[in-house]
């Protein structure tokens, strides 16, 4: 019969019965292969394809079920998990050039690979030459809000010739950010609104990121995830003492809140942090919060609002100038228990004028840019003995 009498479905007739016939003889002169193409080596293999399918979301897990008739397959579990976390990155549209280094080095050192979100908040809307100069930096989602007024400007109930009045004191002390009001307003946005905003209350975690800070070291794992699998609540990089003037009344103010409400103080807290002689007065010490990765539903909880709400009674955050790394700090050593709080030893961060470098195994491993011999870890100024010793 000539080639071209041949129909279309004699062709694949023709084509089956010598797919068939290797497959016959292969099977027999060949262990290996017959096992490999058995029913139930073919279903082990449907199966794997079938378990190892990502499903996108926020909280998207892919779990790789390997058969137990396929145990020459090797498949790495997980292959993605992601935790319900985001960046926070609070700025001003003139913070622009220091918002883009920033992010162009966690995309680079972190995010490239893990793709979590960003969230950009601003007292006033983002300008659109700002929105295009950021969003080409990433391929992660990346959204933009405003912050509420009333969770931003000066409430008016505190009175203004008192606030004034502290404000000029600090100046004559020659106290960074003594005469700004906007940065009391951060402070106070920081301490008690920023996991309350729209863009904000479906993520659990967060990063805290700033313009013009410096991310050093590669990440090969994902600390979202580190929290979350060992029950932490909050972490840095830094700690150090705080400008005494700046919190005079904070302490008798946080004493007073945990007489009226003991019930919040974990047993297991880091009191010995704070304080020297058993909570009787405060240290100053406290974890640098321009870095910091926590878990806002503890920011959410009974025991931070109540907290909270009780130091914005006092209008400590204007007739002083209390910050978010105080208040975060002593909060996150009373609420939880000393071992929720972390120290990220090995992420490499700088923020003017302080930096911390890893050390050893932790800097080699990371790629580190910094020199390992100029780190704030040991300086006369920093708390970090403090919380090693919580542990000893």
């Known amino acids: 019969m000539p080639f071209s009498s041949i129909t279309p479905r004699r062709y694949i007739y023709t084509a089956v019965a010598i797919v068939v016939s290797l497959h016959f003889i292969l099977s027999i002169s060949h262990e290996g292969y017959g096992h ?3 029913l139930s080596s073919l279903k082990g293999h449907i199966q794997l394809v079938q378990n190892t399918t990502v499903l996108h979301g926020q909280n998207s897990t892919l779990v790789a079920a390997v058969s137990a008739e396929t145990p020459d397959v090797t498949v790495h579990e997980p292959l993605e998990r992601r935790a319900n976390a985001t960046f926070v990155l609070l700025a001003r549209n003139s913070d622009l050039e220091g918002v883009v280094d920033s992010i162009r080095q966690m995309e680079d050192r972190f995010n490239h690979k893990y793709k979590y979100p960003w969230v950009l908040l601003n007292e006033e809307p983002f300008t659109d030459t700002f929105k295009s100069r950021v ?12 912050i509420p007024k009333e969770h931003w400007y000066q409430p008016d109930w505190i009175d203004e010739n008192v606030a004034k009045a502290a404000r000029r004191k600090m100046e004559l002390q020659r ?10 307003n951060m402070c106070r946005f920081n301490s008690g609104f920023f996991y309350q905003h729209e863009l904000l209350k479906n993520y659990k ?8 800070v410096k991310f050093f070291c590669n990440l090969d794992y994902d600390p979202f995830l580190f929290m979350q699998d060992n029950n932490k609540v909050y972490s840095f990089t830094i700690s150090l003492y705080e400008w005494e003037p700046t919190v005079a009344t904070l302490w008798k103010t946080v ?16 009191m010995d942090f704070l304080s020297d002689n058993g909570g009787e007065t405060y240290n100053l010490c406290h974890y640098w919060s321009n870095f910091e990765i926590a878990d806002m539903d503890f920011w959410r909880s009974e025991a931070y609002s109540k907290f909270f709400d009780f130091l914005e009674s006092k209008g400590g955050f204007y007739y002083e100038r209390w910050g978010d790394a105080p208040v975060h700090s002593i909060a996150a050593s009373l609420f939880a228990r000393k071992d929720q709080v972390h120290f990220f030893k090995d992420i490499g961060y700088r923020h003017p004028p302080f930096q911390h470098c890893p050390q050893g195994d932790d800097w080699s491993n990371g790629r580190c840019g910094c020199n390992p011999s100029d780190s704030f870890d040991y300086q006369d100024n920093s708390c970090l003995r403090r919380y090693e010793s919580l542990f000893l």
């Open 205 to 212: 975690y967060y990063w805290r990121v700033e313009p013009e």
């Open 175 to 184: 106290i960074i950010y003594a005469g700004s009001v906007p940065y009391r």
């Open 255 to 270: 004493k007073e809140f945990m007489a009226e409400n003991p019930q919040y103080v974990s047993p297991n807290n880091s």
């Open 36 to 38: 490999m193409s058995s």
């Open 135 to 146: 969003r080409v930096l990433t391929d992660a989602p990346i959204s933009f809000g405003v």
